[in-house]
């Protein structure tokens, strides 16, 4: 069974900083795909950063140069490092890992206003 659980959300300030985290219960992590996708209100969920097994990255045109994802298989977790947040970026996010299927967070809120 894959669990996964994010932390790191929160309020900031536009131009500020977050790191979002996901701790991942996967027996063979490094076999999965690690990603990070937000859904804003009245938004579909859509992508923000994906990581492969062999740390290709793949990015949302909206986050390029400010993001940055990152694994450990030793540790097995995939965080997220949020810079030069603005209020377009407000959205639950969620950690998601895939392999074969799609398993899910429960997700973590960030709110950038000031």
């Known amino acids: 069974q894959v669990q996964l659980v994010e932390s790191g959300g929160g309020l900031v300030q536009p131009g500020g900083s977050l790191r979002l985290s996901c701790a991942a219960s996967?027996?063979?992590?490094?076999?999965?795909?690690m990603g990070w996708y937000r859904q804003a209100p009245g938004k579909q969920r859509e992508l923000v950063a994906t990581?492969?097994?062999?740390?290709?990255?793949v990015y949302a045109d909206s986050v390029k140069g400010r993001f940055t994802i990152s694994r450990d298989n030793t540790k097995k977790t995939v965080t997220l490092q949020m810079n030069s947040l603005n209020p377009e970026d407000t959205a639950v996010y969620y950690c998601n890992a895939r392999w074969g299927s799609d398993h899910w967070g429960q997700g973590t809120q960030v709110t950038v206003s000031s």
């Open positions: 996967i027996n063979i992590f490094s076999r999965y795909t």
């Open positions: 990581i492969r097994t062999g740390g290709i990255t």
